[in-house]
């Protein structure tokens, strides 16, 4: 759909303030990036760093290796690089490598066989990192937030005990943004996390039937109905053992055993949301990246991919914006973000933090207070409009994709922006978050590395609990894309 002529107004003066502001925060700032100069990260040493979780447990259980040696494997490689992106806050090194040899015994003592450790325990020694915001025992648990340094949790989130109970090794916990509410992860307390492929620029931020329980912040309103939580793999392979130890006693509303044919199923693509004036135009690096799929889908599968496009997507961000703003059953308004953030104690002022953080004295990010301040301009009752749009969307997707429909969508307009540039394009997350309002199912596939060395992806989404769908196809482009590349090759 073409912009109006306002809107195309709207957007040029939205770049164009957008540009200005951008190169003072530049100006202003202090710059960001590994030390000692260094523009690349060393490439992965280890074999054992290049193999999927599935396969190490294999290995692991049949005494191909010790898990002390993996989890040493992955000590090593931590503490090589995470001085140039900062992306683990805390480890746990010395317990994990206790953990480990206490796993290499369990294994020389154990009489069942194979078969009954991969039953009972399928991670069994495999690393693992949680991030920050879930519950990890013993570990810090302050999302972010200056306010809360010295949190440490007493429990497990729920997610994390199935995962050690199925045999997994954390490592330690990874930086989020500001109680997780951006797509970069930076803040106060940790500081800021590099991309592995450019230093420069940022990795992503925040992330169905996974409890969210002993997470933080905590959802509140009609949040928990959006928010849920799930895997992170370098491999396809693994996404849907862990998705099922995970979600426990839910696992069984999500089909996960059931056989896919990915010749039977309906595929379609939605090459962007629009041209919504809030969000950036996808790329066109991206958007032939999205095409490359569809081509090698419809020639290696024999399926008609049909593309679609859905008016109600140019709203997405303030769709996104309105559902996480409204009350749940019981008329309870969502705990406000000005409160979150004076946690433990109380409510932050955001006009006063905005001057502190001008004169650089805040404990807050630019995205926490800028959101704090749009929290501020919210009108009391949610717009009737924005909510038919969704209600209109959510039926025609759902009506669309049944059980058997699959779609692409990008991921973002761009590939991975430079330090704090979404600050000055805060709504092009609405690409991943109107699919989350939306309940439905996604999964993130890589699909290469482009012009600039970066990674190109695309979203691959299924109707409600349908996740076995994506997760079939995220294997099928792992296959067929090259999958994950190691940032350090040449």
């Known amino acids: 759909m073409a912009l109006t002529r306002l809107e195309k107004v709207q957007v040029w003066l939205l770049k164009a ?35 999927s ?9 049949r005494k191909e290796v010790s898990s002390v040696q993996v989890v040493r494997a992955y000590i090593d490689r931590i503490q090589e690089v995470n001085p140039f992106l900062n992306a683990v806050t805390k480890d746990r090194f010395d317990a994990a490598l206790q953990e480990a040899k206490q796993v290499d015994m369990l294994i020389e003592e154990e009489t069942g066989g194979e078969e009954v450790l991969e039953d009972r325990l399928p991670l069994l020694g495999v690393p693992l990192s949680v991030k920050e915001s879930f519950a990890l025992q013993g570990m810090p648990f302050n999302a972010g937030l200056v306010s809360r340094k010295g949190v440490v949790a007493t429990v497990d989130a729920p997610p994390v005990a199935l995962l050690k109970r199925a045999g997994a090794i954390p490592m330690g916990v990874t930086n989020t943004s500001e109680l997780c509410m951006w797509c970069e992860s930076n803040n106060h307390l940790h500081g800021i ?10 990795p992503g931020g925040s992330s169905g039937v996974v409890s969210i329980e002993n997470q933080f912040p905590i959802c509140s309103g009609r949040q928990a109905e959006y928010c849920s939580s799930g895997p992170m793999c370098r491999y396809a392979e693994d996404l849907l053992p862990m998705l099922r ?13 059931t056989k896919v044919d990915l010749k039977k199923l309906r595929f379609f693509t939605v090459p962007h949301d629009g041209g919504s004036p809030m969000t950036s135009p996808v790329s066109e690096e991206l958007m032939a990246a999205q095409r490359k799929v569809v081509e090698r889908l419809e020639a290696d599968l024999g399926v008609a991919v049909q593309e679609v496009h859905f008016p109600e997507f140019r709203h997405g961000f303030r769709i996104w914006d309105t559902y996480m703003s409204l009350p749940d059953k019981e008329g309870k308004l969502p705990t406000p973000f000005v409160e979150l953030m004076g946690e433990p104690g109380k409510s932050m002022w955001p006009f006063w933090e905005l001057l502190k953080r001008m004169a650089g004295k805040s404990d807050h990010t630019m995205a926490a207070i800028g959101l704090a301040l749009l929290e501020k301009a919210h009108v009391t009752e949610p717009s009737a409009f924005i909510v038919q749009q969704k209600e209109k969307l959510q ?18 307009p761009r590939v991975a922006p430079k330090h704090h540039h979404p600050l000055f394009r805060p709504a092009d997350f609405a690409y991943t978050g109107i699919l989350n309002m939306l309940g439905l199912p996604v999964t993130q596939c890589p699909l290469g590395l482009g012009r600039e060395g970066l990674p190109l992806g695309v979203q691959v989404g299924a109707g409600k609990l349908q996740d076995h769908l994506t997760l079939e196809v995220a294997l ?9 590349r190691d940032p350090g090759a040449n």
């Open 17 to 51: 303030a957008a540009g200005v502001l951008f190169a003072l925060f530049r100006l202003l700032s202090p710059r960001s990036g590994a030390p000692s100069g260094r523009r690349k990260l060393p490439p992965v040493g280890s074999p054992l760093l290049l193999m």
């Open 245 to 257: 130890i995970m979600a426990g006693p839910n696992a069984g509303m999500l089909s996960l055993n």
């Open 395 to 412: 039926k025609n997707m759902d009506e669309l994709l049944g059980t058997d429909g699959v779609f692409l969508y990008p991921s973002h």
């Open 476 to 484: 099928y482009l792992e296959k067929t894309f090259g999958g994950w």
């Open 193 to 202: 996390t590099n991309n592995p492929y450019d230093f420069e620029r940022i």
């Open 53 to 61: 979780a599935t396969r190490l447990a294999h290995k692991i259980r």
